[in-house]
């Protein structure tokens, strides 16, 4: 009988250098089978070294881990779009048995340029929009593959900051879209609880 593989995602992983790309190797280490998202693979949205390495956002990613001897699919997009979100849940559901979710994209928002009621309303909006509805949209779309999921160390994480638990003046917007997910992540650990599923926030800081 084949064993089915356990999968992993993890948003906002195509930097070169960067905490998504840090989890989704380690979970490849692990023996996952890693679904790899970065918002975009364009050489202009690089850094002067990325572009130097010849860096090709989460492709390159899943191509390290797969030169290690790993599983890895890499996909790309705007987490805004619903067309994104279907192809990581398609992806997953390709790959094997979800088991563990990795929120990691996110936005500073334009930090330290605005005070908060100076914050124009669409950098507002795009701030929470990429930080917290992302993390909702696509627990959406998984959430109901992890409450059937066979695996027995089923997981969300969602990354938030040491902004969420306390403010920092010109920081308005990034820091009460990272207080929104660490209320949300209490949320989900209540409600997913039942189905075997810990879910967990980490604050960098």
């Known amino acids: 009988v084949n064993e089915v593989r356990k999968v992993a995602v993890v948003t906002g992983a195509g930097r070169m250098r960067g905490i998504g790309r840090a989890c989704a190797v380690r979970l490849a280490n692990d023996?996952?089978?890693?679904?790899v998202h970065g918002r975009t693979d364009s050489p202009a949205s690089m850094?002067?070294?990325?572009?130097?390495?010849?860096?090709?956002g989460a492709q390159s990613v899943a191509e390290e881990i797969v030169a290690g001897g790993g599983a890895s699919v890499s996909v790309v997009g705007d987490l805004r779009k619903a067309?994104?979100?279907?192809?990581?849940?398609?992806?997953?559901?390709?790959?094997?048995?979800?088991?563990?979710?990795?929120n990691n994209a996110g936005t500073p928002g334009e930090a330290n340029a605005y005070t908060a009621h100076e914050t124009p309303s669409d950098l507002w909006s795009e701030t929470f929009q990429i930080n917290v509805d992302t993390v909702h949209e696509l627990c959406r779309?998984?959430?109901?593959?992890?409450?059937?999921?066979?695996?027995?160390?089923?997981?969300?994480?969602?990354?938030?900051?040491?902004?969420?638990?306390?403010?920092?003046?010109?920081?308005?917007a990034y820091?009460?879209?990272?207080?929104a997910v660490e209320a949300l992540t209490i949320q989900q650990a209540l409600e997913?609880?039942?189905?075997?599923?810990?879910?967990?926030c980490i604050a960098p800081g």
């Open 31 to 35: 023996g996952y089978v890693v679904v």
């Open 47 to 56: 850094t002067e070294r990325e572009r130097e390495a010849g860096w090709c």
């Open 141 to 172: 779309a998984l959430v109901p593959l992890l409450q059937v999921s066979e695996s027995d160390n089923k997981s969300i994480i969602n990354f938030s900051s040491t902004a969420g638990q306390r403010p920092l003046a010109r920081y308005g």
């Open 192 to 200: 997913l609880a039942r189905f075997g599923v810990r879910v967990n």
């Open 83 to 102: 067309t994104v979100i279907a192809g990581i849940r398609e992806a997953v559901e390709q790959s094997g048995d979800l088991a563990t979710v990795v």
């Open 175 to 179: 820091c009460a879209s990272k207080a």
